[in-house]
């Protein structure tokens, strides 16, 4: 996990944070100088530097803004979401962009928050029970509802980072929500797609996919009544999966409540996996579901992908959004299967 | 940089290396086990440790393939290129993918080369002279040159990792080429803007993008008579800086050889400017050209980039697509102006 830390560059706030497009193609970036102040735990070249008191751990709830959302309640929580202190958006009044020209941009506005994952101070999430894990789903689903309300419409995006090589900056394990006002660029890419191929083969493009992996079965990490782990056909990392429902559902946040344990269960047992098999890796997962605010759709599938960050990102990969992975896929969910958990 | 290292992991070789497109979106990855054995003198928390013979400097040729390239001969040769030993790519005889379906592939099949910079163990090109620099320029014009006489065609890209964090496994400076059978993810949107650009404006993206920076002034480094060095407007990482030909130029490779030792200048000039700057950061950067076997086109004009991996990947940029850059770039080219070359 680099930081940027150049003293003599002396770098001027920016009263907002601000988003713009690439000229050239439909890649968005966040310009936030808000960032650059936030605390580090983990330093290149060196041994971890934990803070004094970590704000996330239960007791130090002073050392955090109001919560946004706790559960069961602020005493005795479980999980809780706050604002994140350095935030890489602000506010959520922001225009949206002009749809012309080469400089587009648009204020960067929208909610970024951290779910502590839990009350002591522990950095896997492999670690944790099932069914704090399934509370952690609760917590998903309960802050992506609230923003499929705001108005203007917000894009969330929820992410983990585990281990300064996926780019953690405090130990205490933490997932993150940030919300955009204009689709995440590779998410749109998503959507676009999975359109695209309904309107051609009127069928969704993941319900097709699970159908094809389990006659496969190749790639099958593990089944559950409901769930499915791939080893993903085209990883992009080592031992790359993805976690879908087995039936088609557009948004993460309208699982039944009756499944969660369940997601909880299946999630808890591939990150043991990953855990065992590869020895801790430094770990990135996210959501890539519908937007909250959309009604159902039957061209899009919410799905978990899970990268186990093994390899690094060098020129090649940013000169081509090619990555290169060493671990043949079917090898990598013959080996997690392997692993008892 | 993280090289995969399970040992309890067996990993089978692959007979081939693979390429595989995302069945959901147009994202290829390579699978390739020949990557597993390469050497690496920056490991992961610890200091480097150099090979006892570095086998790209001048003297020790036996250590590496025979050159497919060298300048301006093999005694005493200042570039120098032979193929990788441990390449992501093979042969050239592929077959191209499928059209359809959601399990595509193809073989691997290109060409994967190191284009040894200086015949003495240097590690940054910042510290070459600038004619050393046109003298590599020619050499990827070279290698580009004879790619576009391939048959099945190939897509080459030219991309340099200085710095273990930019992914470089060995210190002595060096680019590489890997050729695709298949249009590289990334360039292909490019190649597309620009085509979709073309169609709707009947004038280059790029161009138009030259025109509107230089009359701005704001985010342009420096210029001169043929080349223009500008702070990306929406940049990825702190100090993304791109260099584009001021006259429309669709292909790297024909660049006139008159203008070469200026080009040399300009990227030795801005490689300066990084490297005091900011400290010698660790550092990518490719050409972004169009296809080697192709006429000129008015769509599309050439640039290299050049990316200061300053600030680390996370969940979120896997999500969405969306570098969180804590840089403005306006201020970056102001300071990258005010740093003496």
């Known amino acids: 996990m680099l930081a940027f830390h150049v003293p003599e ?31 580090v735990e983990f330093v290149e070249d060196g041994p971890a530097q934990p803070l004094a008191r970590c704000p996330f751990c239960r007791g130090h709830e002073a050392l955090t803004p109001p919560a946004t959302y706790v559960s069961p309640n602020e005493e005795s929580w479980l999980v809780r979401v706050v604002p994140n202190t350095y935030p890489a958006v602000r506010g959520r009044t922001g225009r949206v962009a002009a749809a012309t020209g080469l400089f587009q941009n648009a204020e960067a506005a929208g909610l970024h928050e951290v779910i502590i994952a839990c009350p002591h101070h522990e950095g896997s999430l492999s670690r944790l029970p099932p069914l704090h894990l399934a509370e952690l789903v609760l917590a998903f689903q ?19 980072n585990q281990g300064p090589a996926a780019g953690a900056s405090l130990e205490h394990a933490h997932a993150q929500l940030i919300s955009l006002p204009i689709p995440p660029s590779l998410m749109a890419r998503e959507w676009q797609a999975g359109e695209r191929y309904y309107r051609d083969q009127g069928r969704c493009v993941f319900c097709d996919l699970i159908e094809a992996e389990r006659s496969r079965g190749e790639r099958v990490v593990e089944e559950s009544d409901r769930f499915i782990v791939l080893s993903a056909y085209a990883a992009r990392f ?19 409540p009756s499944a969660v344990p369940e997601l909880g269960e299946v999630f808890s047992r591939l990150l043991r996996r990953l855990d065992r098999g590869l020895r801790q890796p430094p770990l990135n997962f ?15 599938h919410w799905h978990l992908e899970i990268l186990p960050r093994l390899t690094g990102i060098a020129g090649f990969e940013w000169a081509a959004d090619v990555n290169i992975n060493p671990v043949p896929p079917e090898q990598a969910a013959a080996y997690l299967r392997s692993i008892e958990v």
């Open 142 to 160: 309960a802050r992506l509802r609230h923003l499929g309300m705001l108005e203007p419409p917000q894009f969330p995006v929820i992410f983990n």
């Open 238 to 256: 080592p031992a790359e999966c993805w976690i879908l429902p087995k039936r088609h559902q557009s948004h993460f946040e309208r699982i039944e």
């Open 9 to 39: 560059f002396r770098i001027e706030p920016l009263s907002r944070p601000e988003l713009r497009k690439d000229p050239i193609i439909d890649r968005w970036v966040i310009i936030s100088t808000d960032r650059l102040g936030r605390p």
């Open 286 to 300: 996210y959501v890539h579901s519908s937007p909250p605010f959309a009604a159902e759709r039957e061209d899009y």
